[in-house]
């Protein structure tokens, strides 16, 4: 199965151009904004329930969304923004799936993802990398070299998640603040070193053994949230060892890149703890995570 691998970084962050070196590296990425427009594109079902919902003023005349107009409607009106994302996110949802799924078995998908955090997806991924760059430099670098107006940049960046926020949901935090050179060598790095072998032991079913403490903080709650969105509900005493054979859990950890161990810390058959253990461990196949999570089962 592949590596889904979540993309995010305020913006201004050098997300983009590291996810063009991603791709030439072989990734193959899913970007969340090119998807957002491709379904509610001229002639399409959702650009239809759009004007349907919101009237013909919405639609310009070549046949496209009318951003700007249809920004107006839902602008400080909760009620036709929810109608809107009720129209919208569903048939992202559905497309991203599409291409997730059409993609090589050993592929290392890359889901390139502006809102990643403030859209709490941190844990649908196997990793989740966040390009971090101080917002100070990044308001220098959106008007010096993208040219944006400063006022518009700064609200652009009040309007998302804060560094601290995207800090806490990166399981790799790719630092950006020094040159171009220094990003492409941390991304090589990050590919080959990280990236690669994950998606490898994923498929053998190898547990990441790195020294404690090498990882970055707040790695046993993310492994805790990921297996929680894997099962779809919360872990509180423990778990019905039933729920791990359905393939649908199965699938949601894997796609985690999560592994189930047996007692002597081995993938089990399957991905399936063995024996009559009351306790079954979860650990990520990320080389560098040594997170495990023990769960009482029965
Ligand atoms: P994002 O996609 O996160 O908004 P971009 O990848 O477009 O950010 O980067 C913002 C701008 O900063 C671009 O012009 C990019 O070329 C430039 N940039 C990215 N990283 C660096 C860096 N380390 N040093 C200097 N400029 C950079």
Redesign the pocket.
Known sequence: MTLRVGLS?G???????VSAQLASLGAVVVDADTVAREVVGPGTPGLAQIADRFGPDVIAADGSLDRPALGQVVFGDARARRDLEGITHPLIRRRSQELFESAPDDAVVVHDVPLLVELGMGADYALTVI?DVPEEERLR??VE??GMDEEAARSRIRAQADDEQRRAAADVLLD?A???D??HARVNDLWSGRIVPFRDHLADGIPGSAAPGAARAGEGERLRARVEAALGRPLGEGVDPDILDEPAARHGLHRRGLLVLTGDGQAGVDGRASGASDEVVIASADPASAARLRLRVG
Not at 11 to 17: A, E, L, P, Q, R
């Open positions: 970084g913006i201004g962050s050098g997300k983009s151009t390009v670098r959106l070299l993208r950006n020094g040159t171009l220094d990003l």
